[in-house]
């Protein structure tokens, strides 16, 4: 299973964009990039997911350089609502029987 | 229509308490976790089933015992409570991609 390291906390404020970054070296061919949004006292949501290159969607964008061992999840604008727990997953989405592991997770402060 | 539902919420009890969590899903998904995050917010997973038969088993105390009903329900029983065992248990189900998250039952063993 691919570990993936991604900083413990991160600050920000108003308006601003935050990139969030993802290191996996170990990375599997069949595996894909998916993050996932944490509040507190919430399940975790699922964010973005992405295999190569750039995924946008309403929320976030994903960008995954060709090597494919890291990848960069960027909110833009965020607001004080964006205060959440981010974590960075990889695993095979494919298969049902994947083992989806969590990691530490990035704790992002949001400030006026 | 709550797709990820769990029962109950908060559940206090005490040391060697036998008490049952219970998780289901509506989204017709294949797949059922157990998830435990404790107080220092780290998530790990503990079972997963898949159709009613267990494919996940991390390695956790045998006085955790997951069923597994039918492939929409997926409850925790959890024999002789220890104070470790407090924490947030989250209940997820999936097919492929997206894991869909209940909102959390908070255990506190006194």
């Known amino acids: 299973l691919a570990k993936t390291t991604q900083p413990i906390s991160m600050d920000s404020y108003e308006g601003q964009e935050v990139n969030i970054t993802c290191s996996h070296n170990?990375?599997?061919?069949?595996?894909?990039i998916t993050w996932y949004q944490q509040f507190p006292s919430q399940g975790p949501r699922f964010i973005i997911q992405?295999?190569?290159t750039k995924v946008t969607n309403e929320v976030a964008s994903l960008f995954i350089p060709a090597d494919r061992k890291s990848s960069t999840l960027s909110l833009p604008r965020v607001s004080l609502s964006d205060t959440a727990v981010y974590y960075c997953l990889v695993g095979d989405e494919d298969s049902s029987a994947s083992k989806i592991i969590f990691g530490s997770g990035t704790r992002l402060s949001i400030r006026p | 229509d709550t797709a990820v539902s769990q029962t109950p919420k908060y559940l206090v009890t005490q040391m060697g308490n036998d008490k049952s969590i219970k998780c289901e899903q509506n989204l017709g998904h294949d797949t059922m976790y157990w998830y435990k995050q404790d107080s220092k917010k780290f998530l790990k997973i503990m079972f997963s089933y898949n159709n009613k038969e267990l494919i996940i088993n991390e390695t956790v105390p045998n006085r955790f015992s997951p069923k597994s009903p039918d492939k929409a329900h997926l409850n925790l029983h959890i024999n002789s409570l220890e104070l470790g065992d407090s924490a947030v248990y989250f209940c997820a189900s999936r097919t492929t991609g997206e894991l869909f998250f209940g909102e959390g039952s908070r255990l506190t063993v006194l």
């Open positions: 992405g295999y190569k």
């Open positions: 170990n990375i599997a061919t069949n595996d894909y």
